[in-house]
């Protein structure tokens, strides 16, 4: 079973990393230009961002799946703590992107990418921290 949960939890560090740089190259580019996305690129990074919603939850219910097939709740240290921290914060970042994505598909106005934007700096600090102390927990 860890073995199958380790897995999981790569291949949503995977997906979930190629969304974020995906999308963020996208969202710059598209800022930079000071026009609204083509239909085709707002499709595309819709799709991209719920591939990423996704590999982020499996990446949340693979890791505390890890936790409780070891049962190490009790031997976790400060910086798998901190590592959580890191990992909130991307996990609230990627859910309200995710609701502004859906609202503009089911209103068909296109989201605020400024606002967007905005929220990303969540994701930006916690992933650092996320990936650093998971590290430094695991070593």
Sequence with gaps: ????????????????????????????????????????????MGLIGK?????IILLWLSGL???AVNNAWSTLDWAFWVKLLGATLVLVAASIMTAMGVKAEKTGVPPDLKKIKAVSKLAHVGLPLAVIFAVVAFS
């Design 51 to 55: 591939m990423g919603f996704v590999a």
């Design 65 to 67: 799946g890890m936790i």
């Design 1 to 44: 079973m860890l073995i199958l949960l380790k897995i999981i939890h790569m291949f949503g560090l995977y997906v979930g990393g190629a969304a974020g740089i995906g999308n963020g190259l996208l969202l710059t580019k598209t800022l930079k230009s000071g026009q609204p996305p083509s239909p085709v690129v707002a499709q595309v």
